[in-house]
């Protein structure tokens, strides 16, 4: 021991010899140094000669050299710099190894108490052995600067050389004249400072050189001295040198052998800390139904975003698996709430832990101070769900929570490392879409507002900083300086924090506070602060980075020691010149400077408001110093390289960025004001103006016309095309390849270049807000000084109010010269989609692609689909142009179901004043992004989708919401104009578009409510007139103390009087007699009323949201979905057409009366098709029971035919027509249900009356039937009494000849003459039938009632329907007066006017003229001529049926009667277009009747049964070709009547014009019209249009036979079934005969009773046939098989498409059953144009309508007082007012836009105001101006004169609107 302590000290002896020697040593260095500076100094001066030398040569050169040198300085000093770097990293080393055996001994002494003794003695011997360390550091120290001497030296010779090579290479260099300027300036500086060091150093080196020589004498002497000791220190030093390397190894064995023992230990649990910790995270992510491994963008915003069961609950606790759920949802709705997370395990095990001890337990043991044993897992902490959740989130989910917490006020995330790889990310993606409005303070103490990116912000920055373990919580502190009453930062005191906190360490969150310029701000200035959780010395990296960028930096801990780990940390932080501030836990001391701006502050058993307020003031000084030298800017962070950046590294991310910033450059030095006049050209003025005209189109003044009105389309055209030959500017072409590209990179795109706009616009959209509010104030102090001198009449002041006002119109005048930059200004996203869709409506509407854009026009409303698919919204309506763009949006809404489908949406729209937060309560209702904040932000209207879940839809009946935001209500325009008007539109359009609208109303002001009201009660009466329902739910927001019931109930007690009070008003306007609003619209101001607590909890800028808000939010979210999912919604393509017809209603002043429901109307369409097919089947199947039941009349099977009989045939067919209606009322999956169900019951009724008038019509009929066959028996006994003769006679004429049954030629012979002398006989017994002459019956029919008629007088005898006026045929009832005087009356009238009778009056004679004709069609029919034959006491019947039809007529309330010439020309008319009708029958009748002609027939077959006679053939056998002979006339007949059914059915499903209702009809009707140009049939349809439309049936009939319908083919196919049946039944007779052993009588029964449904073929028949001897019926039935089929071949013989309707009766005729069917429909015709209403139903319920309303000179209708044919149209003149007068008379008038109150026919009639084009009249017009002229005898000229426009319309195009119009 002795011996140790001894060597010590030599040690130490020796150790201080060598400090003395190493102070000699260096200063030995010093003058060494010393002399390298002398010589240095000399090497300057050399170079300062040659420099000068080289000037005085060269300048150029001169410069270039100093430029070398200072580039050689350089590279000494990076030389300098490297070694340096190398001694630090050598230092470095030694460092790493320290702390790593240190790290070691201490992670080891907390892994095992039994080795800490030991390892501090191996610490302390640790310490010892670095003394020694650091004394050879001290000689490697020696070593490095000789070495560093040594390099200096070889620097200079290599300086030399390449200044020799830097010469060679000087022309080289001679290129830059302004650098060399530069560096001449340069030069100079260096050379003058380089003179006076000159200058200097020589006046030191005279003295030094004295010094120097002394010096050297010293030197000299004691050199000889030192060479003596160093060689004995050397010896000594080598000795000590080998010892301690000695001892150094020997510990250095030591130490790796207890570090060998110790390592393993430490790494294995270095290892299982690891492994805890990344089991720990994974378990976490498992916890919360998170992938742990490649768990990037699993969340989606889209899957976020959607309607889930979920998001409609309020979840105060809940399961682990639903946390993120539950963050997710109440972060999107800004509720800061959303942290204060709770499981459901906690809740549920939230009582007391019992024992079974009772009270004898011993409190040591019950509450023992270990919870071991009884503690559960511990509870996720929330900010570990925010950071996995943001880990999982993709791109825009993570941007949009991270705007969603920067709402809440809470700290967002600015450096995330990786929870596995730690990897650390920068996410200022996350951070673009977040901007402020800051106020600055301008010099003058003047406040502007401006909004600035917070990316772009230039604050200062505070860090905090946490270094070891301490017991204060930095967060807390934090939240103290930021916001007392809000966690920003989340902190360990904050609900449902835990023990532990896996993916925190680490996170770097970030906050800032902005001032509100009040006294209370804590900071003047906007500050950030940044918040590194976890030990700072272990998060090096994001230490640096902060740092780095701060401004103050403020440190946690608890006491300084400088054996900490991260004591040199803290060093560093001192030694920067950035102040600091620390916080010492330990320590009570208030706040003191130690240094300048540094600071110390203890925390221990201090107030926390002291501390906070100590704190305040220490940062607000450091501030105040050093804020300006230190800014921070929030993009600044990614320059950092040891970070990952998600902008660089997302490829999409990136790409959209550069694409976005490419268009962008393309705008830099372009005035704001002018871009978009620049780069958009056609949404500008010429947008506007095509608005404008078109609102005038639809407004039209009192004096426009057609003319104008065609003008104004022109001009339209015009600018149209002026939008078509604009170019595409590059920074569109830009946008539309961009829009090409992939979903991704495109929403990338369109984010970047939104936020990049706003960046753009923000500055000069704040000045100029700010220059108008400035004004704004002006106006009103102006106001307010004219309104108080309004008040005094005192008239010295009135010339100062002269000045007043002229004052105010020039800043009137100012202001909205500032409101139209404004609008100029805005320049968004927005515009450039509505630029798109101008370019796509001017193509469109010029029909032709742009010739600068690269693909077709049509794919434009591709993008916007997109973008609303991807969760953009669609601008509804331009709020710049208050204009909805009709086409652009129909395109797009088009694309939309091409890519979705036709989805059922739910349309979800809100109204409410400016600036009440109606897009910030949809934006927290659904996560949208709507722009809010004060002012006008939404301009028009926007819509965007929002999709509803998988899960839900099974509940909901949509699939999507479509929510509508609008901007305000009640406020003037930037332009100071009142918006009444355009308010009153908007609410019209988003009401009438929405299933359910939200009524925004803010605050608790009356009269505000009061506005806003009338304005919603107005719009939705006129929804209740148009048949629109509507509804609604008033949110009351901003009011205060929401839980006091008896205020809310006195609330909505004032709301619903004020509701009451404003329908009352709204009705006067709209002309209704609502008297409360419950009488508009179905409202329960108990649950449709909701009152809201205010947005902010405190005052912003830094208060939070009110969570009593988002509580409300959330309710009334659920409300709306409940209410929602009561609803079908509406399919996009009703959607598409609801919108065109609410805005074409819009654009005419008087919205009800313009109001034109495409889906109403599609929807009746759709029920009038069906309703036609359910009366076709009625029909088709009563023309079937009506044939069966005349077989069987005719059979004389039955005698009487009653109702019920008919009701039970038709009852099947019933029975399905009711199904199908019932189903298709009721399954119905369209949004057409709700419209549908208002007609069902009279449809009902409708088919019920169908059927009930079809059977009493086939009653009555057949029941004439029955009557008819009695009074054609005699005729058909006749007949069969003459075949059965024959048949007797022939047979006794075979028997006379049967032996020469061999001789054909004699038989032939014999029978010819017995034939001959028997149909000699009966005809002779028979008279004959003679022709008939028709218009001569019914003129010796119309002599015999009025006798003064003469026969000679029937030649002036008129047509009737060719009439133009019936005056001519009428005498007034009553007249007083002079006769003489009213002839001349009248006969001035005639001259002048052409008529006498009242329009009205003229179109009931016409109406009465129809129907009498069609009435006695059917009754001609009835008469069955075909059948009975002709009789004149036809005509006395129908005669006086007309007679008794003009006589009821007269009986009405009508002024005059008709002269016997109207009954005369009516009588005669009709019969004359009867004649042909008559002759066809008769002649049926006569061909069936002669006896030579049927006779003819026979013969034939008479013959065959001869001859069988002759050959002795069975009684069986000649019955059996008997009855197949008698056969063969009902098979014909049945199977021409079967085939007409079979082609009406056959046309009824695939003929075009046939196969659909009376509109399909009447459209191929038109286009038919227009193919041929045929100016008669023209005529015919507009005056005869029932009998043209019969007409046309028949030809398209006949035309169908000819080219599609192969009438043989299908008679063969029924004449083979009807064959089939014959022998059916030939069989089941003989097996009934043979099994009840019957004769031949019960088998011909039985045989036709089979056949009687099909055939008319009884047994009556047979009465004269001889047939008792048969008894072989199986004989019989051979026999029919035999015979048959020669039968079947000679009457498909005769089978031809020319004789099929001629064999057929004219009932039974397929053109008349079509007709029968299709022309039971309205005829009533429009009063103004004479055009037909095109309802299917006859006598239907509601007004009538027509799709194409005509010309009124069409119909000869022309002005006043002239010969000029009117060109008006009813669809624009009912928007004029001009005025009319119904029927002709002067008395009355009204205006055109009232022409209901006409009253009568005017009353009855839905004429839907049409500014579109309707070509197809203009066209007739134009084609057939002559002959309409001709026609008329007047012209189309003056005010009639045909616009120019009509001309350009050509025939393809009328018939391409066909399809348009008629559909």
């Given at each position: 021991?002795?011996?140790?302590?001894?060597?010590?000290?030599?040690?130490?002896?020796?150790?201080?010899?060598?400090?003395?020697?190493?102070?000699?040593?260096?200063?030995?260095?010093?003058?060494?140094?010393?002399?390298?500076?002398?010589?240095?100094?000399?090497?300057?001066?050399?170079?300062?000669?040659?420099?000068?030398?080289?000037?005085?040569?060269?300048?150029?050169?001169?410069?270039?050299?100093?430029?070398?040198?200072?580039?050689?300085?350089?590279?000494?000093?990076?030389?300098?710099?490297?070694?340096?770097?190398?001694?630090?990293?050598?230092?470095?080393?030694?460092?790493?190894?320290?702390?790593?055996?240190?790290?070691?001994?201490?992670?080891?002494?907390?892994?095992?108490?039994?080795?800490?003794?030991?390892?501090?003695?191996?610490?302390?011997?640790?310490?010892?052995?670095?003394?020694?360390?650091?004394?050879?550091?001290?000689?490697?120290?020696?070593?490095?600067?000789?070495?560093?001497?040594?390099?200096?030296?070889?620097?200079?010779?290599?300086?030399?050389?390449?200044?020799?090579?830097?010469?060679?290479?000087?022309?080289?260099?001679?290129?830059?004249?302004?650098?060399?300027?530069?560096?001449?300036?340069?030069?100079?500086?260096?050379?003058?400072?380089?003179?006076?060091?000159?200058?200097?150093?020589?006046?030191?080196?005279?003295?030094?050189?004295?010094?120097?020589?002394?010096?050297?004498?010293?030197?000299?002497?004691?050199?000889?001295?030192?060479?003596?000791?160093?060689?004995?220190?050397?010896?000594?030093?080598?000795?000590?040198?080998?010892?301690?390397?000695d001892q150094l190894k020997r510990r250095r064995t030591e130490i790796r052998e207890e570090y060998e023992e110790i390592c393993p230990q430490l790494h294995d649990a270095v290892q299982r800390q690891q492994t805890d910790v990344r089991s720990g995270r994974q378990h976490l992510f498992e916890r919360l139904s998170l992938e742990s491994d490649g768990h990037q963008n699993t969340l989606r915003a889209s899957d976020v975003l959607q309607i889930t069961s979920h998001s409609l609950q309020s979840h105060e606790s809940c399961a682990e698996e639903e946390l993120v759920k539950n963050y997710l949802q109440k972060l999107l709705m800004m509720n800061y709430r959303a942290r204060d997370i709770k499981t459901k395990h906690i809740n549920e095990h939230h009582h007391t832990q019992q024992t079974d001890n009772g009270y004898e337990g011993d409190i040591f043991d019950e509450m023992p101070s270990s919870n071991a044993g009884t503690s559960k897992s511990d509870s996720i902490h929330p900010m570990d769900v925010q950071i996995a959740v943001f880990h999982c989130a993709d791109s825009h989910l993570k941007q949009m929570m991270v705007t969603k917490l920067s709402q809440c006020q809470f700290a967002l995330p600015l450096l995330v490392p990786h929870p596995f790889t730690q990897h650390i990310e920068f996410p200022l993606w996350t951070f673009r879409q977040i901007s402020w409005k800051l106020k600055i303070r301008k010099t003058d103490n003047d406040i502007i507002s401006r909004v600035q990116s917070v990316c772009k912000a230039e604050t200062p920055m505070v860090s905090f900083f946490r270094f070891g373990s301490v017991s204060s919580s930095k967060s807390q502190l934090m939240n103290s300086l930021i916001n007392e009453k809000h966690n920003t930062f989340f902190t360990r005191n904050c609900p449902g924090s835990s023990r532990t906190r896996l993916l925190m360490d680490g996170v770097v969150e970030i906050a800032w506070y902005c001032p509100s310029e009040k006294h209370t701000d804590t900071f003047t200035d906007c500050v950030a602060f940044c918040n590194l959780h976890g030990d700072a010395g272990d998060n090096e990296t994001q230490m640096k980075i902060l740092t780095e960028m701060s401004s103050v930096n403020v440190v946690l801990l608890t006491k300084l020691d400088k054996n900490d780990?991260?004591?040199?940390?803290?060093?560093?932080?001192?030694?920067?010149?950035?102040?600091?501030?620390?916080?010492?836990?330990?320590?009570?001391?208030?706040?003191?400077?130690?240094?300048?701006?540094?600071?110390?502050?203890?925390?221990?058993?201090?107030?926390?408001?002291?501390?906070?307020?100590?704190?305040?003031?220490?940062?607000?000084?450091?501030?105040?110093?050093?804020?300006?030298?230190?800014?921070?800017?929030?993009?600044?962070?990614?320059?950092?390289?040891?970070?990952?950046?998600?902008?660089?590294?997302?490829?999409?991310?990136?790409?959209?960025?550069?694409?976005?910033?490419?268009?962008?450059?393309?705008?830099?030095?372009?005035?704001?004001?002018?871009?978009?006049?620049?780069?958009?050209?056609?949404?500008?003025?010429?947008?506007?103006?095509?608005?404008?005209?078109?609102?005038?189109?639809?407004?039209?003044?009192?004096?426009?016309?057609?003319?104008?009105?065609?003008?104004?389309?022109?001009?339209?055209?015009?600018?149209?095309?002026?939008?078509?030959?604009?170019?595409?500017?590059?920074?569109?072409?830009?946008?539309?390849?961009?829009?090409?590209?992939?979903?991704?990179?495109?929403?990338?795109?369109?984010?970047?270049?939104?936020?990049?706009?706003?960046?753009?616009?923000?500055?000069?959209?704040?000045?100029?807000?700010?220059?108008?509010?400035?004004?704004?104030?002006?106006?009103?102090?102006?106001?307010?000084?004219?309104?108080?001198?309004?008040?005094?009449?005192?008239?010295?002041?009135?010339?100062?109010?002269?000045?007043?006002?002229?004052?105010?119109?020039?800043?009137?005048?100012?202001?909205?010269?500032?409101?139209?930059?404004?609008?100029?200004?805005?320049?968004?996203?927005?515009?450039?989609?509505?630029?798109?869709?101008?370019?796509?409506?001017?193509?469109?509407?010029?029909?032709?692609?742009?010739?600068?854009?690269?693909?077709?026009?049509?794919?434009?409303?591709?993008?916007?689909?997109?973008?609303?698919?991807?969760?953009?919204?669609?601008?509804?309506?331009?709020?710049?142009?208050?204009?909805?763009?009709?086409?652009?949006?129909?395109?797009?809404?088009?694309?939309?179901?091409?890519?979705?489908?036709?989805?059922?949406?739910?349309?979800?729209?809100?109204?409410?004043?400016?600036?009440?937060?109606?897009?910030?309560?949809?934006?927290?209702?659904?996560?949208?992004?709507?722009?809010?904040?004060?002012?006008?932000?939404?301009?028009?209207?926007?819509?965007?989708?929002?999709?509803?879940?998988?899960?839900?839809?099974?509940?909901?009946?949509?699939?999507?919401?479509?929510?509508?935001?609008?901007?305000?209500?009640?406020?003037?325009?930037?332009?100071?104009?009142?918006?009444?008007?355009?308010?009153?539109?908007?609410?019209?359009?988003?009401?009438?578009?929405?299933?359910?609208?939200?009524?925004?109303?803010?605050?608790?002001?009356?009269?505000?409510?009061?506005?806003?009201?009338?304005?919603?009660?107005?719009?939705?009466?006129?929804?209740?007139?148009?048949?629109?329902?509507?509804?609604?739910?008033?949110?009351?927001?901003?009011?205060?103390?929401?839980?006091?019931?008896?205020?809310?109930?006195?609330?909505?007690?004032?709301?619903?009087?004020?509701?009451?009070?404003?329908?009352?008003?709204?009705?006067?306007?709209?002309?209704?007699?609502?008297?409360?609003?419950?009488?508009?619209?179905?409202?329960?101001?108990?649950?449709?009323?909701?009152?809201?607590?205010?947005?902010?909890?405190?005052?912003?800028?830094?208060?939070?949201?009110?969570?009593?808000?988002?509580?409300?939010?959330?309710?009334?979210?659920?409300?709306?979905?409940?209410?929602?999912?009561?609803?079908?919604?509406?399919?996009?393509?009703?959607?598409?057409?609801?919108?065109?017809?609410?805005?074409?209603?819009?654009?005419?002043?008087?919205?009800?009366?313009?109001?034109?429901?495409?889906?109403?109307?599609?929807?009746?369409?759709?029920?009038?098709?069906?309703?036609?097919?359910?009366?076709?089947?009625?029909?088709?199947?009563?023309?079937?029971?009506?044939?069966?039941?005349?077989?069987?009349?005719?059979?004389?099977?039955?005698?009487?035919?009653?109702?019920?009989?008919?009701?039970?045939?038709?009852?099947?067919?019933?029975?399905?027509?009711?199904?199908?209606?019932?189903?298709?009322?009721?399954?119905?999956?369209?949004?057409?249900?709700?419209?549908?169900?208002?007609?069902?019951?009279?449809?009902?009724?409708?088919?019920?009356?169908?059927?009930?008038?079809?059977?009493?019509?086939?009653?009555?009929?057949?029941?004439?039937?029955?009557?008819?066959?009695?009074?054609?028996?005699?005729?058909?006994?006749?007949?069969?009494?003459?075949?059965?003769?024959?048949?007797?006679?022939?047979?006794?004429?075979?028997?006379?000849?049967?032996?020469?049954?061999?001789?054909?030629?004699?038989?032939?012979?014999?029978?010819?003459?017995?034939?001959?002398?028997?149909?000699?006989?009966?005809?002779?017994?028979?008279?004959?039938?003679?022709?008939?002459?028709?218009?001569?019956?019914?003129?010796?029919?119309?002599?015999?009632?009025?006798?003064?008629?003469?026969?000679?007088?029937?030649?002036?005898?008129?047509?009737?329907?060719?009439?133009?006026?019936?005056?001519?045929?009428?005498?007034?009832?009553?007249?007083?007066?002079?006769?003489?005087?009213?002839?001349?009356?009248?006969?001035?009238?005639?001259?002048?006017?052409?008529?006498?009778?009242?329009?009205?009056?003229?179109?009931?004679?016409?109406?009465?003229?129809?129907?009498?004709?069609?009435?006695?069609?059917?009754?001609?029919?009835?008469?069955?001529?075909?059948?009975?034959?002709?009789?004149?006491?036809?005509?006395?019947?129908?005669?006086?049926?007309?007679?008794?039809?003009?006589?009821?007529?007269?009986?009405?309330?009508?002024?005059?009667?008709?002269?016997?010439?109207?009954?005369?020309?009516?009588?005669?008319?009709?019969?004359?277009?009867?004649?042909?009708?008559?002759?066809?029958?008769?002649?049926?009748?006569?061909?069936?009747?002669?006896?030579?002609?049927?006779?003819?027939?026979?013969?034939?077959?008479?013959?065959?049964?001869?001859?069988?006679?002759?050959?002795?053939?069975?009684?069986?056998?000649?019955?059996?070709?008997?009855?197949?002979?008698?056969?063969?006339?009902?098979?014909?007949?049945?199977?021409?009547?079967?085939?007409?059914?079979?082609?009406?059915?056959?046309?009824?499903?695939?003929?075009?014009?046939?196969?659909?209702?009376?509109?399909?009809?009447?459209?191929?009707?038109?286009?038919?019209?227009?193919?041929?140009?045929?100016?008669?049939?023209?005529?015919?349809?507009?005056?005869?249009?029932?009998?043209?439309?019969?007409?046309?049936?028949?030809?398209?009939?006949?035309?169908?036979?000819?080219?599609?319908?192969?009438?043989?083919?299908?008679?063969?196919?029924?004449?083979?079934?009807?064959?089939?049946?014959?022998?059916?039944?030939?069989?089941?007779?003989?097996?009934?005969?043979?099994?009840?052993?019957?004769?031949?009588?019960?088998?011909?029964?039985?045989?036709?009773?089979?056949?009687?449904?099909?055939?008319?073929?009884?047994?009556?028949?047979?009465?004269?046939?001889?047939?008792?001897?048969?008894?072989?019926?199986?004989?019989?039935?051979?026999?029919?098989?035999?015979?048959?089929?020669?039968?079947?071949?000679?009457?498909?013989?005769?089978?031809?498409?020319?004789?099929?309707?001629?064999?057929?009766?004219?009932?039974?005729?397929?053109?008349?059953?079509?007709?029968?069917?299709?022309?039971?429909?309205?005829?009533?015709?429009?009063?103004?144009?004479?055009?037909?209403?095109?309802?299917?139903?006859?006598?239907?319920?509601?007004?009538?309508?027509?799709?194409?309303?005509?010309?009124?000179?069409?119909?000869?209708?022309?002005?006043?007082?002239?010969?000029?044919?009117?060109?008006?149209?009813?669809?624009?003149?009912?928007?004029?007012?001009?005025?009319?007068?119904?029927?002709?008379?002067?008395?009355?008038?009204?205006?055109?836009?009232?022409?209901?109150?006409?009253?009568?026919?005017?009353?009855?009639?839905?004429?839907?105001?049409?500014?579109?084009?309707?070509?197809?009249?203009?066209?007739?017009?134009?084609?057939?101006?002559?002959?309409?002229?001709?026609?008329?005898?007047?012209?189309?000229?003056?005010?009639?004169?045909?616009?120019?426009?009509?001309?350009?319309?050509?025939?393809?195009?009328?018939?391409?609107?066909?399809?348009?119009?008629?559909?």
């Amino acid at each position: 021991m002795k011996k140790s302590e001894t060597e010590n000290k030599r040690l130490k002896q020796e150790r201080e010899e060598m400090k003395r020697e190493n102070e000699k040593i260096k200063e030995e260095k010093e003058r060494i140094e010393r002399e390298k500076e002398l010589k240095y100094t000399r090497e300057i001066e050399r170079l300062k000669k040659h420099t000068e030398e080289e000037k005085q040569n060269e300048e150029r050169e001169k410069t270039r050299k100093e430029e070398e040198y200072k580039r050689d300085m350089k590279d000494v000093r990076e030389m300098r710099d490297e070694m340096r770097r190398e001694r630090d990293s050598f230092k470095s080393e030694m460092d790493e190894l320290k702390k790593e055996n240190k790290d070691l001994l201490i992670k080891y002494n907390k892994q095992t108490d039994k080795l800490m003794n030991t390892i501090e003695n191996h610490e302390r011997e640790r310490k010892k052995r670095e003394e020694e360390i650091i004394q050879r550091e001290e000689r490697y120290k020696r070593e490095i600067e000789e070495k560093e001497r040594k390099m200096l030296e070889d620097m200079k010779r290599e300086r030399e050389e390449w200044k020799k090579q830097r010469e060679e290479e000087k022309v080289r260099r001679e290129e830059d004249e302004k650098e060399k300027q530069i560096h001449v300036e340069q030069c100079e500086r260096l050379k003058r400072e380089m003179d006076e060091m000159m200058r200097e150093k020589e006046r030191i080196e005279r003295e030094k050189q004295h010094q120097l020589e002394e010096f050297e004498k010293r030197v000299q002497e004691e050199k000889n001295m030192r060479e003596e000791q160093e060689k004995n220190f050397e010896e000594q030093l080598k000795h000590v040198k080998e010892e301690s390397e000695d001892q150094l190894k020997r510990r250095r064995t030591e130490i790796r052998e207890e570090y060998e023992e110790i390592c393993p230990q430490l790494h294995d649990a270095v290892q299982r800390q690891q492994t805890d910790v990344r089991s720990g995270r994974q378990h976490l992510f498992e916890r919360l139904s998170l992938e742990s491994d490649g768990h990037q963008n699993t969340l989606r915003a889209s899957d976020v975003l959607q309607i889930t069961s979920h998001s409609l609950q309020s979840h105060e606790s809940c399961a682990e698996e639903e946390l993120v759920k539950n963050y997710l949802q109440k972060l999107l709705m800004m509720n800061y709430r959303a942290r204060d997370i709770k499981t459901k395990h906690i809740n549920e095990h939230h009582h007391t832990q019992q024992t079974d001890n009772g009270y004898e337990g011993d409190i040591f043991d019950e509450m023992p101070s270990s919870n071991a044993g009884t503690s559960k897992s511990d509870s996720i902490h929330p900010m570990d769900v925010q950071i996995a959740v943001f880990h999982c989130a993709d791109s825009h989910l993570k941007q949009m929570m991270v705007t969603k917490l920067s709402q809440c006020q809470f700290a967002l995330p600015l450096l995330v490392p990786h929870p596995f790889t730690q990897h650390i990310e920068f996410p200022l993606w996350t951070f673009r879409q977040i901007s402020w409005k800051l106020k600055i303070r301008k010099t003058d103490n003047d406040i502007i507002s401006r909004v600035q990116s917070v990316c772009k912000a230039e604050t200062p920055m505070v860090s905090f900083f946490r270094f070891g373990s301490v017991s204060s919580s930095k967060s807390q502190l934090m939240n103290s300086l930021i916001n007392e009453k809000h966690n920003t930062f989340f902190t360990r005191n904050c609900p449902g924090s835990s023990r532990t906190r896996l993916l925190m360490d680490g996170v770097v969150e970030i906050a800032w506070y902005c001032p509100s310029e009040k006294h209370t701000d804590t900071f003047t200035d906007c500050v950030a602060f940044c918040n590194l959780h976890g030990d700072a010395g272990d998060n090096e990296t994001q230490m640096k980075i902060l740092t780095e960028m701060s401004s103050v930096n403020v440190v946690l801990l608890t006491k300084l020691d400088k054996n900490d780990k991260n004591a040199s940390k803290i060093q560093e932080l001192y030694k920067d010149k950035k102040p600091l501030i620390c916080l010492f836990t330990d320590d009570e001391s208030d706040v003191i400077e130690t240094d300048m701006e540094k600071y110390k502050i203890g925390l221990k058993d201090r107030n926390q408001s002291d501390v906070s307020e100590d704190l305040r003031r220490a940062i607000n000084d450091c501030l105040s110093s050093s804020a300006s030298e230190f800014m921070f800017r929030l993009e600044d962070i990614s320059k950092h390289s040891d970070i990952r950046v998600d902008e660089e590294d997302d490829e999409d991310c990136r790409r959209g960025r550069e694409a976005a910033q490419e268009m962008m450059s393309l705008l830099k030095n372009k005035p704001l004001k002018e871009i978009k006049e620049s780069f958009l050209p056609c949404q500008g003025k010429l947008w506007h103006q095509w608005c404008q005209k078109n609102k005038e189109l639809h407004r039209p003044q009192w004096e426009e016309l057609e003319n104008d009105i065609s003008i104004k389309l022109t001009e339209m055209m015009n600018i149209r095309q002026k939008q078509h030959k604009s170019n595409i500017s590059e920074f569109l072409k830009l946008f539309i390849n961009q829009m090409e590209t992939e979903n991704d990179n495109r929403m990338f795109f369109l984010r970047w270049l939104r936020i990049l706009l706003n960046e753009f616009t923000s500055y000069v959209l704040s000045a100029l807000h700010h220059k108008y509010n400035e004004k704004w104030s002006t106006v009103i102090q102006l106001k307010e000084n004219n309104d108080k001198s309004a008040q005094l009449k005192n008239e010295q002041i009135e010339r100062p109010k002269t000045e007043q006002t002229k004052q105010l119109k020039t800043e009137q005048t100012d202001l909205e010269r500032i409101s139209a930059d404004l609008q100029a200004a805005s320049f968004g996203l927005e515009h450039i989609m509505r630029e798109i869709g101008q370019i796509y409506e001017s193509c469109s509407s010029v029909k032709k692609n742009k010739t600068d854009l690269q693909f077709d026009f049509s794919s434009l409303p591709s993008f916007a689909a997109e973008m609303m698919i991807s969760g953009f919204p669609l601008e509804l309506m331009d709020g710049d142009a208050a204009h909805v763009p009709v086409m652009w949006v129909t395109a797009v809404l088009d694309k939309l179901i091409q890519k979705l489908g036709d989805q059922r949406v739910f349309v979800l729209s809100i109204l409410g004043i400016q600036s009440s937060g109606k897009s910030t309560m949809l934006n927290a209702m659904f996560g949208l992004e709507f722009a809010v904040s004060a002012g006008r932000t939404t301009r028009g209207a926007f819509m965007q989708l929002i999709r509803v879940s998988e899960e839900m839809k099974h509940q909901m009946k949509f699939d999507y919401i479509l929510v509508v935001d609008t901007e305000g209500l009640r406020a003037l325009e930037l332009s100071g104009k009142s918006t009444r008007h355009h308010d009153n539109e908007l609410a019209t359009f988003v009401v009438g578009l929405g299933h359910l609208t939200l009524i925004n109303i803010f605050g608790e002001n009356p009269s505000e409510m009061q506005e806003i009201l009338q304005i919603v009660v107005q719009a939705f009466l006129r929804m209740k007139k148009v048949k629109l329902n509507p509804s609604c739910m008033f949110v009351h927001q901003n009011v205060s103390d929401v839980t006091a019931g008896e205020k809310n109930m006195e609330g909505r007690r004032r709301l619903l009087e004020t509701l009451d009070e404003m329908t009352k008003l709204a009705a006067k306007d709209e002309v209704c007699d609502a008297e409360c609003f419950s009488d508009v619209i179905n409202f329960d101001v108990c649950h449709d009323v909701k009152y809201f607590a205010q947005l902010w909890e405190g005052s912003p800028p830094m208060a939070p949201p009110n969570p009593n808000y988002c509580d409300n939010i959330q309710g009334l979210k659920k409300t709306i979905i409940s209410q929602a999912s009561k609803s079908a919604g509406i399919i996009l393509t009703n959607l598409r057409k609801r919108i065109h017809d609410l805005w074409e209603a819009l654009l005419n002043e008087r919205f009800v009366f313009s109001f034109r429901n495409s889906l109403e109307i599609s929807a009746y369409r759709r029920l009038k098709t069906e309703y036609s097919k359910w009366t076709w089947t009625l029909r088709s199947a009563m023309i079937k029971i009506e044939n069966k039941l005349y077989n069987q009349i005719e059979n004389e099977e039955i005698h009487v035919i009653e109702e019920r009989d008919l009701q039970r045939e038709l009852k099947q067919k019933s029975d399905e027509v009711n199904k199908s209606m019932s189903e298709f009322f009721e399954k119905d999956t369209d949004a057409d249900k709700d419209i549908m169900i208002q007609w069902k019951t009279s449809f009902e009724i409708k088919i019920k009356e169908l059927q009930e008038n079809a059977l009493r019509k086939t009653r009555r009929k057949l029941n004439e039937i029955l009557q008819q066959r009695d009074l054609k028996r005699e005729i058909d006994a006749q007949r069969t009494h003459h075949e059965n003769t024959l048949l007797e006679k022939s047979k006794e004429l075979a028997l006379r000849h049967k032996d020469k049954r061999h001789d054909e030629e004699t038989l032939k012979r014999e029978f010819d003459v017995f034939w001959e002398e028997c149909v000699k006989k009966i005809t002779r017994d028979s008279p004959p039938i003679k022709d008939i002459d028709i218009l001569r019956d019914v003129r010796e029919l119309l002599s015999d009632i009025h006798e003064s008629v003469h026969v000679d007088q029937w030649k002036n005898i008129i047509d009737i329907f060719t009439v133009q006026s019936y005056s001519d045929y009428i005498q007034f009832k009553r007249f007083s007066g002079n006769p003489a005087v009213f002839r001349n009356v009248f006969r001035a009238a005639q001259e002048k006017y052409g008529l006498i009778l009242l329009k009205e009056d003229e179109d009931q004679i016409k109406i009465l003229i129809s129907d009498v004709c069609q009435q006695t069609d059917e009754i001609i029919q009835s008469f069955n001529i075909s059948k009975l034959g002709y009789n004149i006491s036809c005509f006395q019947e129908l005669t006086d049926y007309i007679k008794a039809r003009i006589v009821q007529y007269e009986e009405r309330q009508v002024k005059y009667a008709f002269k016997r010439e109207f009954f005369i020309d009516l009588v005669f008319s009709i019969f004359k277009r009867e004649n042909q009708t008559f002759t066809e029958q008769h002649k049926k009748f006569r061909d069936a009747n002669n006896p030579d002609l049927y006779l003819e027939k026979k013969k034939r077959e008479y013959y065959s049964v001869f001859q069988k006679y002759c050959e002795g053939a069975t009684s069986a056998a000649i019955f059996g070709e008997i009855i197949c002979q008698k056969l063969k006339e009902p098979i014909e007949q049945s199977v021409y009547r079967q085939t007409a059914r079979d082609l009406a059915d056959e046309m009824r499903s695939n003929c075009p014009s046939l196969n659909g209702n009376r509109s399909n009809l009447e459209q191929h009707i038109l286009k038919r019209l227009a193919e041929e140009e045929n100016f008669d049939k023209y005529i015919n349809y507009i005056k005869n249009p029932r009998d043209h439309f019969k007409s046309f049936i028949r030809d398209e009939v006949s035309q169908y036979i000819r080219d599609q319908f192969s009438v043989q083919l299908r008679m063969n196919q029924n004449i083979e079934l009807l064959q089939k049946k014959i022998m059916t039944a030939a069989h089941e007779s003989t097996q009934h005969v043979q099994e009840n052993r019957g004769n031949v009588d019960v088998w011909l029964k039985f045989f036709t009773l089979k056949l009687s449904d099909v055939l008319m073929f009884s047994v009556k028949d047979f009465s004269g046939v001889k047939h008792d001897d048969i008894d072989d019926f199986n004989l019989l039935e051979d026999v029919i098989r035999k015979y048959l089929p020669p039968v079947i071949s000679d009457i498909s013989r005769e089978f031809s498409t020319d004789s099929f309707n001629k064999k057929l009766d004219l009932n039974y005729r397929t053109d008349e059953i079509v007709i029968d069917h299709l022309c039971q429909c309205c005829w009533v015709q429009c009063p103004f144009c004479n055009a037909t209403c095109t309802n299917t139903i006859e006598n239907h319920d509601g007004d009538h309508s027509v799709t194409l309303h005509r010309v009124f000179g069409i119909n000869g209708t022309h002005y006043s007082g002239s010969t000029n044919l009117c060109i008006s149209v009813c669809t624009s003149q009912v928007v004029t007012n001009f005025w009319f007068c119904p029927h002709d008379s002067t008395d009355q008038r009204f205006m055109w836009r009232e022409y209901r109150r006409a009253g009568g026919v005017y009353a009855n009639w839905s004429i839907t105001p049409d500014f579109s084009e309707l070509p197809y009249w203009k066209w007739f017009v134009c084609r057939f101006q002559k002959d309409l002229e001709r026609y008329y005898n007047k012209t189309f000229q003056g005010e009639g004169e045909i616009p120019d426009k009509w001309r350009e319309i050509t025939k393809q195009k009328v018939i391409k609107s066909l399809d348009k119009y008629m559909l």
